[in-house]
């Protein structure tokens, strides 16, 4: 509406006008006192703490409040204010005695303070300008001596508040959130100093009084001695740093997602601290990550950077895993923390994993189990070097996260923004299970690519011929492949290279032009003739990677990552790219759209062969080599982003020599990983075991091969319980085997729906025992499959399955049965899932080596 010329002269003049002329002032003293907080007593309207009138320096005052350090009270006005104006000092009745600070804060920020004032001193007067504060908080505290005898007078204490604004209102003394999901809960609260505060989870007392230590994300150097999640060298050469609260921010991105910024800053320095988090509410998944940025005047060194720096409550029991080339993940440990630093880490830059994941369990209730107990999860998405240290304190654990600060030092300039990696945090308060449950329903939606669709069959070369081949062989795989029901082909190494061939693995990476004699007209065709047998085509690349022995090295020396003055360390006789140098990034780029840009090619396996031990770039300059650990995964990362978005209907596996690149970091570009070079199936079972843990077993890839010799039937049924492939050599497989193949990739076909979208139940633990046991259940709970995975010699007794639906029947058929093996007793009956669930199925199964996949259909 318009108004006419004359009423809107008028509004305009009355808002002019309304700041001085109708401003309201509100009496402190009117306010709702119960919120203020008073070391000794409680706060009083117009009276002094001791009940006696205001009194300073024998001066009377009939209005105000008296309290006593430590005070704290915090009001509301809403952004609509003017001004607060007191009289402030130690009251007459400490006499001489008695030594206090007043401070008056407008959200968050310290506006106004008065320095020490004693007992006896005249009151000292307050007038400060609140224009455009939402909380103001006074704050009285005990002047650094303790608060004996600090009777405290805010005489006369007014709020003026803007016309027609909202009364102010007292709000409770601290400012506290918590970050909610379905069952779990951490709660902040804002403490006396304006630093951030977190109760330790699993803590008993949730309104103890917050100690020094229990700081959430702890700087170093101004009064937190523990170990620090941040730790800064200022652009003058300060090397502390102190971050107070400001405010947080929270939206909602969908009814379960929600996200959180909390604020901090540092009072001396132009320097801020974002905490976000993005909470899911059904998965009880936490995503935690850190931004840094400041306006110094030159760069500031982060030094400690941390990802996440969760407190718990002491008694807490650590999982890890520790392993090895070919045994990743086998030997899980688990150990109670105790006080002092236990650090798992890892110094690889170019990848996480060679010697453990950066995932781990924490567990409340003693050592984890896997259906009861409160148990939080941690995976760091992070595909390089990496810390996980666990420091006890004796009071309390905190669990810091992120990239590794060893030799990452990180000059940060002015107007830039570190982002930490994110930390991947889960909770169950019923074991293990439910949390990798949730860990996967999260990753699905989140954590990878397609985890809403099932994988294709997928068929290796590498087995059957190792570097040996032209198009002929490779083409000659195709019609048995298809026969067997293989749906997609994969074309390992050595493809490439002609100056010098790929013929092993000392020469031609780096020169990714398909060898002229092994592949005359190049990929295209190749790739069409698998099409034109039915079967997709995949291609594997290492693109990060150069053999000095190769074209690419004789022309670029200077792209790799060496140490000058040291003698040069190859890994399988290869290099690593410095990826921090555009030129490189450049390369890497346009051999994967050379490659990917194929007509026909709908796969890939990125290989990474080897890891940094000599990190130095010639690219970066002397004072920045420190960057290369955290540049040269971010220059990747964003390759990786690139390659997805470019080649969205491109399947990607992520591989590492073996399992070294298992993270989220690297995965949500992915659509599987490769998780350890040993296929023997039976490390398999404990393996893919553990890695189930973390990660869905839709995204392991599990290839049936012969390593071990062990029986196909067994092979077949363990590849089966994760992502399915197989790598062998169809024209030299006997009959008999290939009969087995042949039933192993029809009866997946059949469900592999459930066991990529279904949900995992761990049955029976494989490590050191005589059989291990899963299985997953349909979303509908229809359907469900029990794999059971004979290690030794045993009797056939029942597994329990676990997450049927009680009421539901089911009928037991065991799927591709091993000929010759007695069928289940109880195979094509039909039983209630509680009868199930209470009775077990007697599997077919009973000696080492033997397994059985049992559908269960309704
Ligand atoms: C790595 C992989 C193998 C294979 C070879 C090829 O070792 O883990 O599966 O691709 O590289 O050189």
Redesign the pocket.
């Known amino acids: 509406m318009k108004l006419p010329f004359a009423h809107r002269f008028a509004v305009i003049a009355l808002t002019c006008m309304a700041s001085s002329l109708f401003a309201e002032t509100v009496s402190l003293s009117s306010l709702d006192l119960k919120q203020m907080t008073a070391g000794w007593n409680v706060a009083k309207a117009d009276l002094g703490i001791m009940g006696s009138p205001l009194s300073m320096h024998g001066v009377k005052f009939v209005h105000g409040v008296g309290t006593h350090a430590t005070s704290n009270f915090r009001v509301n006005v809403n952004g609509a204010v003017e001004r607060f104006t007191a009289k402030v000092g130690v009251d007459d009745t400490a006499g001489s005695q008695g030594s206090v600070e007043f401070v008056v804060m407008g959200d968050g920020r310290i506006l106004w303070r008065s320095g020490v004032l004693k007992g006896g001193e005249p009151a000292r007067a307050v007038d400060v300008n609140l224009v455009g504060v939402r909380t103001l908080e006074l704050r009285v505290t005990d002047g650094g001596d303790g608060e004996s005898n600090d009777h405290a007078d805010w005489a006369d204490a007014t709020i003026e508040m803007n016309a027609g604004a909202p009364a102010p209102v007292a709000l409770p003394p601290y400012e506290t959130f918590g970050l909610k999901t379905k069952s779990f809960t951490v709660n902040f609260q804002v403490g006396d100093d304006g630093r951030l505060y977190q109760r330790p989870i699993g803590a008993d007392d949730a309104n103890g009084k917050l100690q020094r230590d229990d700081e959430f994300y702890p700087p170093a150097g101004d009064g937190y001695v523990w170990e620090p999640a941040l730790q800064v060298v200022h652009a003058d050469g300060n090397t502390s740093t102190a971050l107070l609260y400001d405010g947080m921010t929270r939206t909602n991105e969908s009814a379960d997602i929600e996200s959180t910024c909390v604020h901090l800053h540092d009072p001396a320095y132009p320097f801020e601290v974002t905490l976000c988090f993005r909470t899911h509410h059904d998965e009880d998944v936490v995503e935690q990550w850190v931004e840094i940025r400041h306006q110094e005047p030159g760069p500031v060194t982060l030094g400690r950077m941390a990802s996440t720096s969760l407190l718990l409550t002491t008694n807490v029991y650590l999982t890890h895993f520790f392993g090895d080339w070919a045994k990743e993940m086998l030997n899980p440990i688990t150990e109670k923390i105790t006080p002092g630093t236990k650090v798992l880490d890892s110094k690889l830059g170019v990848r996480a994993d060679q010697f453990r994941n950066p995932s781990f369990v924490l567990s409340l209730d003693g050592p984890p189990a896997e259906t009861n107990g409160r148990v939080f999860a941690g995976s760091l998405a992070w595909s390089g070097s990496f810390q996980c240290a666990f420091d006890d304190n004796g009071q309390n654990v905190r669990a810091l996260v992120g990239v590794n600060p060893f030799a990452s030092a990180y000059h940060l300039k002015p107007d830039k923004t570190f982002t930490t990696p994110k930390m991947i945090w889960v909770w169950s308060a019923n074991g293990l299970g439910e949390m990798s449950r949730k860990l996967h329903s999260w990753a699905r939606d989140f954590g990878m690519r397609d985890g809403h669709k099932t994988r294709a069959v997928l068929l290796n070369n ?1 087995e059957a011929t190792g570097f040996d081949f032209d198009f002929n062989r490779i083409a000659g795989l195709y019609d048995p492949a298809k026969e067997i029901g293989t749906e997609l082909f994969l074309l ?2 050595g493809w490439f290279g002609n100056k010098y061939p790929r013929v092993n ?1 000392r020469a031609g990476l780096g020169d990714w032009q398909p060898n002229h004699k092994r592949l005359p007209d190049g990929l295209a065709p190749l790739a069409a003739a698998a099409v034109k047998s039915g079967l997709r085509f995949g291609i ?1 690349i290492e693109p990060e990677m150069v053999n000095p022995k190769s074209q690419l090295f004789e022309q670029h020396p200077d792209w790799v990552i060496v140490q000058p003055k040291r003698e040069l360390e190859l890994q399988r006789n290869q290099l690593v790219l410095d990826l921090t140098r555009p030129a490189v990034q450049a390369f890497e780029w346009q051999s994967i759209q050379n490659i990917l840009g194929v007509t026909d090619i709908s796969y890939a ?1 990125w ?1 990474c ?1 080897r890891y940094l031990t000599q990190p130095g770039s010639f690219w970066l300059a002397q004072d920045r080599q420190s960057h290369l650990w955290i540049d040269y995964v971010n220059a990747l990362y964003a390759l990786m982003d690139k390659t997805a978005k470019t080649f969205p209907d491109t399947e990607l596996m992520l ?1 590492s ?2 399992g070294g690149r298992v993270d989220y970091g690297a995965l949500k570009y992915f659509q599987e990983f ?1 998780p350890s ?1 040993n296929t023997d199936p039976v490390a398999r079972v404990p393996m893919q075991w553990d890695y189930s843990y973390f990660f869905p077993p839709m995204a392991i890839a599990s290839h049936v091969t012969h390593s071990g010799n062990r029986p196909m039937h067994f092979a077949c049924s363990v590849a089966m319980s994760a992502r399915f492939g197989m790598d062998l050599d169809l024209t030299k497989l006997p009959a008999q085997d290939k009969a087995i193949c042949a039933g192993a990739i029809s009866a997946y076909k059949e469900i592999r729906d459930v066991t990529a979208f279904g949900d995992l139940y761990r049955l029976e633990d494989p490590h050191q025992e005589i059989r291990g046991a899963l299985d997953f259940v349909a979303p509908d709970r229809a359907r469900a499959v029990v794999f059971a995975f004979q290690l030794k010699d045993g009797q056939n007794t029942p597994v329990h399955p676990r997450g049927l639906d009680p009421a539901r029947r089911y009928t037991i058929h065991e799927l591709n049965p091993m000929p010759g093996r007695a069928a289940m007793e109880q195979e094509g009956k039909t039983f209630t899932g509680e009868e199930l669930m209470r009775d077990g199925i007697t599997p077919s199964c009973s000696n080492a080596l033997e397994a059985s996949v049992i559908e269960l259909g309704s």
């Open positions: 590498w390992d190494d693995d594997w396996k290989d062969n591989c020599g073996g490769w070079d």
